[in-house]
């Protein structure tokens, strides 16, 4: 009988605690349901985009050249079509990046001042509406150039796009807990999105192209109603601290930390790795051209990187840091830069690997190799951490390294489109050109991150012993936490 009783109590209690979990889900929840949201319509969305561009350009192409047959993916495929291409994604990329590299502060002095749920919002808002306006400019093909899609960019003033949106769902993740266990956990939910992502653009272009588009919108907009029950994380801090840790990074700033020629060399490194985002964007048309894969089916090769770096990011970098320091004796600083020189060389191998891959299981395999070196980026933030001696320069410097991130994307993508460009006009054995730019960019990387060096002086032991600047994590922030969310913007979070 007190058996019975007890396994009674314990079922009610159980229940109990279900309703009141279903009733009032921790914030944390609300942040891993957005996050999610977020990342499947950024990874749904890539091959989709470049496919209904490349549609409206094939269509274009085909009506000017009097021709009566509707073109299919197939014929999609000539040189001055995919020339045409690369040249409006490649000033389609530059424009998206330049409202978060002029106008970053107002949109991280707004989370600040006004809530992250609204900052949020409106970086939702503002995908939403470059999303429709893309969409409908393709869809009116035979009415407006092509170029027009370029204006999409205006929308992302709204509230700063894709980037600000992550941006805001690690600072509440930041705001929420000063433990790392819960930014890891969101990081997972991220990698993991991205891992189906892909297989979902795949199913849904079988069907339409605009199937792939209503998906997307659907995600975004589900995320109003999450973020409109769920509390606000920014907690109201009695000492007036108005300005964001984002106001107070200017040139002034930038220049200070550039005479440290140790953080000029981690900034660098940093630039040059952040090339390795882009190459997604030259690989989805180069396996099209090449191998003659549908767009949907060459998108189906990005869940490989995101396999990788699944495994990379939570098993194999946790697991290797651990036992070095433990049983090598490796300080913490020098086992970052060991990783940001082997990740340097694995890009710029798997870039070479992927320009000599005759076929797409070799390209599958030079996938992973090049994946593997996704972790250069976070690497090199631990050890920039180690330079800077206070939590507000910490704040700064990794703002700092946000917005270098943001201007590499901004130059590396027309870059490598017209790189891709000239490959496809010289001839079909040059197609491999951009991965051989990739590859030469990457050895440099690798060669600017052997000049990083491990500080152990005094100051800096004493330092790490702070919890409050322990690298990497999302405590490491000020009392708004914005600043440091930032670097975890561009490359989803590696």
Known sequence: MPLTNLYTASLTACVTRSKALISAPPTVVFVFILAVLLELEESLQRAPTIRLLENAICRQYYEHEHSSALPDEGMCKTEPIQIKLAHVRGLMSLFDSLPVIIFGSAFGANADKNGRRLAFSLAVLGSICAMIWIYFTCYFWSKVPIEVVWVSAIFRLIGGGPAIAIAMCLTMASDLSSESKTFYRVFSAVLITDLIGPGVAYGTLQHSLWLPYVVCSLSLLVTFPVILYMPETLKVSEDHESASNL???????????????????????????????????????????????????????????????????????????????????????????????????????????????????FVVASLIIYAAGFGVRLSILAVLTTYVNSSKETARLYTLVATTDAIAHMIASPLLQQVWAIALKIGRQWLVLPFLVLMGIFICSFITSCFLADSSSEAEIERSLDPAEESLLPHNTSKNGVGTSLPYTYGECV
């Open 247 to 361: 106001e107070s990074t200017g040139a002034t700033a930038y220049l200070k930390f550039l005479r440290d020629w140790r953080i000029f060399v981690g900034l660098v490194t940093i630039f040059l790795a952040q090339f390795r985002n882009n190459t997604i964007e030259i690989l989805l048309p180069y396996t099209s051209v090449r191998f003659g894969l549908e767009l949907g089916q060459a998108a189906t090769l990005l869940s490989v990187v995101s396999a990788v770096n699944i495994v990379v990011f939570l098993i194999l970098l946790p697991a290797l840091s651990t036992q070095l320091e433990k049983r090598a004796g490796w300080s913490i600083t020098f086992i970052n830069i060991s990783v940001a020189r082997v990740s340097s060389a694995f890009l710029a191998i798997g870039a070479a690997m992927l320009a000599a891959a005759p076929s797409v299981a």
